[in-house]
Nanobody, 121 residues
Framework: QVQLVGSGGGLVQSGGSLRLSCAASGSIWRINAMAWYRQAPGKQRELVSTMTTGGSANYADSVKGRFTISRDYAKNTVYLQMNSLKPEDTAVYYC???????????????WGQGTQVTVSS
């Protein structure tokens, strides 16, 4: 069984910073990309940032220059440093990992439970 446990959300004023963490644990053979998504009330879930196994990072245009994704490969953990936060960043943030549980299985998507980020104006 695989678990992704996210943490680090909270309430912050506009212009502030937060750092999200998400650790994958359990029966993991290999992790490919890890990512962060978010879903605001009444909106669809959207991709915020991804990082491949090789360390290549991509960002949504709305967060470029403000958010930074990183990974600790030894700990199977992905981070999202969020600076210069805006009220429109308010959402539930979900971590995602594409991983194999054994060498002969295909990569599958696993999700964290979500962590609330609220930015007040």
């Amino acid at each position: 069984q695989v678990q992704l446990v996210g943490s680090g959300g909270g309430l912050v004023q506009s212009g502030g910073s937060l750092r999200l963490s998400c650790a994958a644990s359990g029966s993991i053979w290999r992790i490919n990309a890890m990512a962060w998504y978010r879903q605001a009330p009444g909106k669809q879930r959207e991709l915020v940032s991804t990082m491949t196994t090789g360390g290549s990072a991509n960002y949504a245009d709305s967060v470029k220059g403000r958010f930074t994704i990183s990974r600790d490969y030894a700990k199977n953990t992905v981070y999202l440093q969020m600076n210069s936060l805006k009220p429109e960043d308010t959402a539930v943030y979900y971590c995602n990992a594409g991983l194999q549980t054994t060498w002969y299985r295909s990569y599958e998507d696993y999700w964290g439970q979500g962590t609330q980020v609220t930015v007040s104006s």
